[in-house]
């Protein structure tokens, strides 16, 4: 084996020792050449040393209300869904309705807003008689007159 | 006749969450939820921060099952979201310091004693190592910092790490090899 403390390349192996991911054979390489490297013993202790600090950190644990917020946030997430699901539909039919709206409302205004054409009245029927009906009448009448002054009943009563 | 290659166990539950199965994503949960969280906390360093990450990164499991392919393992998979949701929040700035951690012991601080006994004396010390181990890995560059807690704290292997941070192998085992000198240099005195 290369010693790692001589060969740069080499040198992840010791962590690798240290981490314990090395197979079998590979651990029982590096332990045969630790005993007859000095240089390698010192860094393996430093590698070792290291290793346990890191590991003295500990993590938190978990929330125990952890799982609770999570499916409460996919039920919602699955309620957004559907009104997701509604929202697009619109938004796929609202710009093509658009100039058919506008159309209808423009119509509909100029309907209601117009003013109404005026409507045909027929001439009220006057009580007064015009002037040539008048005199018609009048005139019929003087000859009526006239007639019943000439008849024979009338003259023999002068 | 064509062998086929036989899924891992949690790639089969997703392939059931996929099918509509939603106890096999509880399973899921139950068996990712610690990592991923304790991933994230050594990143962000804020548990409430962390936890929020998380079940983002769950959710965008679940949101992916439709289009889910088994084409790595699940684990992969999962720390790659959680590894750019983490990221994301490095970058953007969402990490914060606990407010309980007590500074390296140069400083005169004062701090209430309300307890008399004499490993009152040793935590606070442990507090200050810790403190220390913790200011040293948030120095790291956000990608060094989180191959290093996936090799170290998750113990995944080198091909699960490039998974995730979406990069070689080669790759990986040069960003741990520098992270691992500077976070040595820097605690030396501590180990």
Redesign the interface.
Known sequence: MQCPSEHGDN??IL?DFC?R?LSSAQTLAVERHLLECSRCRESMD??R?????????Q??E??PD??R??FD??ER?QDRGWRARIAGWIRLTWKPAIPVLLTAATALTFILVREPAPVPVPAPQSAAVDGVDLNQVEQTLDDLNMLHQLSPTSSQSL | MMAVAALEPDAELMLRVREGDSASFAILLERHRRPVIHFLYRMVQNQAVAEELAQEAFLRVYRSRENYQPSAKFTTWLFRIATNLALNAVRDGRSEKRQEVIESAGQDRPVQVFDARPNVEQRMVEDARMSEVRSAIESLPAKQRAAVLMHKYEEMEYSQIAGALECSESAVKSLLFRAYESLRSRLAHLA
């Open positions: 040198a992840g962590l981490a991911r430093a590698h040393s290291f290793w346990n600090l890191m590991g003295e950190w993590a938190p978990v929330s952890f799982d917020r999570l946030r996919l997430q």
